[in-house]
């Protein structure tokens, strides 16, 4: 399962965001999302846990906890949504 994981701390670190998780299950990845141009956190991060379950008992039991000061929002991560072709900003002729 794959779940987002908001409001983090700047400070938030990938190995704190797994020991976190670790505690509900078997965590197979924790990642914190950098900004490409300053390096720094965006404040939000991605965990897989090995299967639903656990994935599920980690959302229950951490959304809405303090993690680094911060209250954590946690659910379930939607896949990602491939934008039409031709859906830019620019005026539709």
Same mark, same amino acid.
């Given at each position: ?18 020991? $976190?998780?670790? =505690?509900? *299950? ?12 300053? %390096? @720094? ?8 846990? $090995?299967?639903? =379950?656990? *994935? ?12 680094? %000061? @911060? ?23």
């Amino acid at each position: 399962m794959n779940i987002y994981v908001g409001n983090l701390s700047f400070r938030c670190t990938d190995e704190e965001l797994r020991q $976190a998780f670790a =505690a509900f *299950g078997e965590v197979t990845s924790a990642t914190i999302i950098m900004d490409r141009e300053t %390096g @720094r956190s965006r404040g939000f991060g991605f965990v897989e846990m $090995a299967n639903d =379950a656990e *994935g599920q008992a980690a959302i229950d039991g951490l959304n809405g906890t303090e993690l680094g %000061g @911060r209250m954590l929002k946690i659910n379930e991560a939607r896949p990602r949504s491939q934008s039409p072709a031709g859906s830019g900003r620019g005026p539709s002729n």
